[in-house]
């Protein structure tokens, strides 16, 4: 079996994959020692993948001013391949991949000259286009390496689809699994109805990127009745920006979670803890301000911890928002169970180190 093909087989199988921030200096230039350490970070912290390029990253760094598009995918898969020698273990590469087909399918090229494993597609700042061109657009990446379909959520330049959209999106060969986070559970429900009616079911690895809902997606048995048929899916996996902070706990909890998946009954704990994870996230993500400072407060936390020196982004209006940080104290005090600082702190020299 190939690097390639066993990163695939744990896709499938489902695992924790932590959308990766950038790091920048307090001038706003990128900071390839920090940018190493939190990768450095996600792999000693147990996760199974790491998702480069995307939201998180900021998709600011393909303009040409910038030019960090390759800068920051290959910086990730040098310290993945590192961390596959060292360990014998597999690291699940995903890049982002963004725009009009032909920009998706030369970033798709991009992605895989690097050695990424998949891409995930996003569908984001193309409302414009008809549903018919995103499914050929999908098509024509497939064509390049394995696809993560993606329902990004619209207060970040997400767009409704339709259910027979999910439907055409699943028939697709080498749409090996679907990212679906909308925020919304009418929208989450389709990907899901689709995946679970579709010829390919058992090629398609549904992962949650519902970041307000992270716990309940992953312990929920879907079931739909067709001609006196029944159909189960779920959510296995998760692709997750708030997973970029605490990333030790968020795989502690991914782990956990797995020992209910298809029982019949979930401690109460487990509701708790839902309710927990979601109100962090509320705040992680600037709820209260449209998801203003979603990607500032993630920063805010890595620089909290030392990893990153600052909170800044790209775009010099993406910042944290009034009362963003007093939220973030509330939660260190509220859940002090969720945060992982103390193995930060035993690990941040070493992880730093050039």
Not at 67 to 76: Q, T, Y
Not at 88 to 117: H, I, N
């Amino acid at each position: 079996m190939t690097r390639t093909e066993k990163a695939l087989k744990k896709l499938k199988a489902g695992t924790v994959i932590p959308a990766n921030p950038l790091a920048l200096d307090k001038d706003g230039n990128f900071n390839e020692r920090r940018q190493r350490a939190v990768v450095r970070y996600y792999l000693d912290s147990g996760v199974g993948g790491l998702a480069v390029a995307v939201h998180t990253t900021q998709f600011e760094i393909r303009e040409p001013k910038h030019n960090l598009l390759e800068k920051v995918l290959r910086v990730a898969k040098e310290e993945a391949d590192k961390f596959e020698a060292a360990h014998g273990e597999t690291v699940v590469m995903v890049s982002g991949v963004c725009g009009p087909t032909e920009q998706a399918v030369k970033e798709a090229e991009l992605a895989k000259s690097l050695g990424y494993d998949a891409v995930l597609l996003s569908p984001g700042g193309l409302n414009s286009y008809s549903e018919d061109y995103m499914v050929e657009r999908t098509r024509a990446v497939a064509a390049v390496m394995p696809v993560i379909g993606f329902y990004l959520q619209t207060a970040v330049g997400g767009r409704a689809f339709s259910y027979n959209y999910w439907e055409r999106v699943c028939d697709i060969d080498n749409v090996v699994a679907i990212k679906a986070a909308p925020f919304n559970r009418y929208y989450s429900l389709d990907v899901v109805r689709a995946a679970a009616l579709s010829r390919r079911a058992d090629d398609i690895t549904l992962y949650t990127g519902n970041d307000d809902n992270i716990v309940l997606d992953l312990v929920t048995t879907y079931k739909f009745t067709v001609d006196g048929k029944t159909y189960e899916k779920g959510f296995i996996g998760g692709l997750l920006g708030h997973w970029s902070v605490w990333t030790k706990r968020a795989v502690e909890l991914f782990e956990k979670l797995r020992e209910y998946r298809g029982k019949d009954s979930l401690p109460r704990e487990i509701l708790t803890l839902a309710a927990e994870v979601t109100d962090t996230n509320a705040v992680l993500f600037d709820t209260a301000n449209g998801f203003a400072g979603c990607i500032a407060g993630l920063h805010e936390v890595l620089v909290r911890q030392g990893l990153f020196e600052s909170t800044r982004c790209l775009n010099p209006d993406e910042k944290m928002s009034e009362g963003q940080k007093e939220e973030i104290d509330r939660l260190y005090k509220s859940y002090p169970h969720l945060n992982d600082d103390e193995f930060v702190k035993a690990n941040l020299d070493r992880w730093l180190a050039d």
